[in-house]
């Protein structure tokens, strides 16, 4: 199973950028995946998390702001990030594959992991 995130990038406080994954290699084209993030020295944080059967959740901390989406037919997963703030900054890790029942955003969850796409909001 692999998992590639793009879409990273520099942006000015207050813009909009948008993260892509794509998971090849999965027998099941309906599992259900997640986008974390992680700033180095800090614990990798559980933003947003797509069930195939009940829709999304979010972390507090990008509520309103961040929205997860999947296209099923091309199986790609993708996080649009509006108002991006300068504590934004940290890299995206998309996850695949989802085990748990609840607790979407836990990163013990998910067992499959993409690289990571480096995102900074900085004036």
């Known amino acids: 199973v692999q998992v590639l995130e793009s879409g990273g990038g520099l942006v000015q406080p207050g813009e909009s950028l948008t993260l892509s994954c794509v998971v090849s290699g999965h027998p099941s084209r309906s599992a259900d995946m997640g986008w974390f993030r992680q700033v180095l020295g800090k614990e990798r944080e559980g933003i947003a998390a797509?069930?195939?059967?009940?829709?999304?959740t979010y972390a507090d901390s990008v509520k309103g702001r961040f929205t997860i989406s999947r296209d099923n037919a091309k199986n790609i997963l993708s996080l649009q990030m509006n108002s991006l703030k300068p504590e934004d900054t940290a890299m995206y890790y998309c996850a695949a594959d989802r085990t748990c029942v609840s607790g979407w955003l836990r990163s013990e969850c998910y067992p499959y992991w993409g690289q990571g796409t480096q995102v900074t909001v900085s004036s």
């Open positions: 797509n069930d195939r059967d009940l829709g999304p």
